[in-house]
């Protein structure tokens, strides 16, 4: 656990609690080993959230919990009465890049976004189109979400989680691969950029 996350999360609590409960804020501030008194201190400065961090953070909740459910389903299959083994590895699969046809229906989309101060036409009839996925993200992101690169590093993000991931998901091994190492070129076909494939063994 990192204690020095919690030792400042708790300083900035406390500063930012002084103005009314000064008090309880310098109980706070002596206990966590601060020697000067809190009323003295300055405020937390404010600053901008860093975007590529907020959308890294949004894209690990994501995938996280899409890989808890693609667990779900491999450990209970729908057709088979007797469910398999509990897997003790898995393969996670990413892209980062599209591919040249994906490219070229992401250039038609922003287009068609950017001509339409950043929505779709009509999106009943996108999503017939099979345009409803973008949509989404479009509503979700802005029109970035239509960009030809991923700006996060996505192997970067694993690694740095694979504990974590190993935890949650109870897996001894995990490896991690791009669509060009890939065993599997055919499950790996199906991973786009931010979508990642996660494989059971």
Known sequence: MRSDLIKLYLEYQALILSPTC??????????????????????????FADPLILDTSEFFKKTIQTFRLRLDEHL???KKKVAPAIPTKATII?????LQWQQEILVLLKKICEDNNGDFIDNKKNHKNGYCDS?????????QALDLIFNIDQRKVFEE?????????????????????????TLASKVVPGTPIFNFS
Do not use: F
């Open 76 to 78: 209970n299959p729908k």
């Open 161 to 185: 989680m694979t504990e974590y991931l190993k935890g949650a998901l109870k897996i001894d091994d995990i490896s991690i691969e791009s669509v060009e190492e890939a065993a599997d070129q």
């Open 94 to 98: 990413y892209s980062s890049k599209y």
């Open 22 to 47: 000064l008090h309880i804020a310098e109980q706070v501030w002596s206990i966590i080993g601060k020697k000067t008194l809190i009323v003295n201190e300055q405020r937390p400065a404010c600053c």
């Open 135 to 143: 949509s989404d993200k479009v509503g979700q992101r802005g029109i």
